[in-house]
Structure formats: C-alpha cells, structure tokens
C-alpha cells in the first residue's frame, strides 16, 4: 500500500512563490509515476503537473507553464511542486497522485486523473490578490 502526505500549502499574495512536497512511502519510489492536481471550490478537479518514475520527464498544464517546476529527490521519496508568481487563480487545494508502473517505460507520465491510483489528502493554497 502506497501512501502520499502532502505539505507546504499556505496563504501566500499574488506575485509569490511556494513549494508543496509529497512524500511518497511504502513502496518503491522508482516504480510510481506521479502527478499533481487541483481542485478549486464548485471547479472540477484539473491536472496541473506530472513526472516520470525516472528520468523526470515533466509536463505542465497550460495554466501553469513557465511558471511551475515539477521534480522529485529520490534519496527523499519526495516529489516537489515549485509554484512560483502565483496568481489568484492558482487557489485551490492540491493533490498529489501516484500510479504504480513498475513495467511502464521510464519516462512515461500520466495527466489524467483517472489514471492514477493513490492520492493525498491535499493542501490548500490560498493566494491574495
């Protein structure tokens, strides 16, 4: 059984910067893809970031490109979600996901919610304008 805790969410003003960290534990690091999404209040949930098991191969939603990084510290189990000039419609509450693909090739990512088969609790970003 896979679990993720994420962490780092905070009320922050438009313009700043934040980084959200998901710890990933219980299984092997290296053999789970994993993604990052988000839910604003009455929105559906949207795919904002996703990385490889290895190679860190990233993608970004359109929203957030140039201005978030994905990346994961392997000695950590983590996976980090660098947000920066964050925007009052960045608000929302993140989650973190994780997709067993142990066989998959190794920089395949995945950006569909229903692909992924653990999730976080999330954290909540708030940013002020």
């Known amino acids: 059984q896979v679990q993720l805790v994420e962490s780092g969410g905070d009320l922050v003003q438009a313009g700043d910067s934040l980084r959200l960290s998901c710890v990933v534990s219980?299984?092997?690091?290296?053999?789970?893809?994993k993604g990052w999404f988000r839910q604003a209040p009455g929105k559906d949930r949207e795919f904002v970031a996703a990385?490889?098991?290895?190679?860190?191969?990233?993608d970004y939603a359109d929203s957030v490109k140039g201005r978030f990084s994905l990346f994961q510290v392997y000695a950590k189990n983590t996976v980090y979600l660098q947000m920066n000039s964050l925007k009052p419609e960045d608000m929302a509450t993140y989650y973190c996901?994780?997709?067993?693909?142990?066989?998959?090739?190794?920089?395949?990512?995945?950006?569909?919610?229903?692909?992924?088969?653990?999730w976080g609790q999330g954290t909540q970003v708030t940013v002020s304008s």
């Open positions: 990385i490889s098991r290895r190679r860190n191969t990233t």
């Open positions: 996901a994780a997709i067993f693909c142990a066989s998959c090739p190794n920089d395949k990512f995945y950006t569909v919610s229903s692909d992924y088969d653990y």
């Open positions: 219980g299984q092997t690091f290296t053999d789970y893809a």
